[in-house]
């Protein structure tokens, strides 16, 4: 069973930059794709970015692209996801999650979550 454990979240200046990190913890690890989704009070979880594990190929929501990038350490089992030019409305609780099968921005088409991770931002 996967486990995964996310960090680097906190408070920060409206325009100020945050890196994130969602570190997997499994006796194999294989998945066919991870994602960083984030939720807001008041809100359903949204979708931000997807990268393929093996190949590294990464898809973005609209609302993102430009400001956020995904990425992983192969050989060290890690998501990250560097957040720049954050606005007020970036503040949620952020979630990694583990895609066995597909490769896909849908949150039930994932298998495994973390715990999250909040992020503030102020102005």
């Known amino acids: 069973q996967v486990r995964l454990v996310e960090s680097g979240g906190g408070l920060v200046q409206a325009g100020g930059s945050l890196r994130l990190s969602c570190a997997a913890s499994?006796?194999?690890?294989?998945?066919?794709?991870m994602g960083w989704f984030r939720q807001a009070p008041g809100k359903e979880r949204e979708f931000l970015a997807a990268?393929?594990?093996?190949?590294?190929?990464?898809y973005y929501a609209d609302s993102v692209k430009g400001r956020l990038t995904i990425s992983r350490d192969y050989a060290k089992n890690t998501l990250y996801l560097q957040m720049n030019s954050l606005k007020l409305q970036d503040t949620a609780v952020y979630y990694c999650?583990?895609?066995?099968?597909?490769?896909?921005?849908?949150?039930?088409?994932?298998?495994?979550w973390g715990q999250g991770t909040q992020v503030t931002v102020s102005s």
């Open positions: 999650a583990v895609s066995e099968v597909v490769f896909t921005r849908t949150p039930t088409d994932y298998d495994v």
């Open positions: 990268i393929r594990w093996f190949t590294g190929g990464t």
């Open positions: 499994a006796r194999t690890f294989s998945p066919n794709a």
